[in-house]
């Protein structure tokens, strides 16, 4: 479910992204194209974040875009 947010709204959500992440440039959210595991991928290496710290941090951010 997670996945299909984040593809489905992913124009309307990359500007939240961009809030919360400020390292993320748009370079990056263009390469990322509403794919988790790339998303992932650059929190964890921009921010130094661990493999769960990342996931956790996607979880919450992503639940105020469902439904």
Do not use: C, P, S
């Amino acid at each position: 479910m997670n996945e299909d947010v984040l593809k489905g709204k992913w124009n309307e959500i990359k500007g939240g992204v961009k809030e919360k992440w400020g390292k993320l440039t748009d370079d990056d959210l263009t390469a990322v194209e509403g794919k988790k595991e790339k998303l992932l991928g650059l929190l964890q290496q921009k921010y130094g974040y661990a493999k769960e710290k990342a996931e956790q941090e996607y979880k919450d951010f992503i639940g105020r875009y469902k439904g």
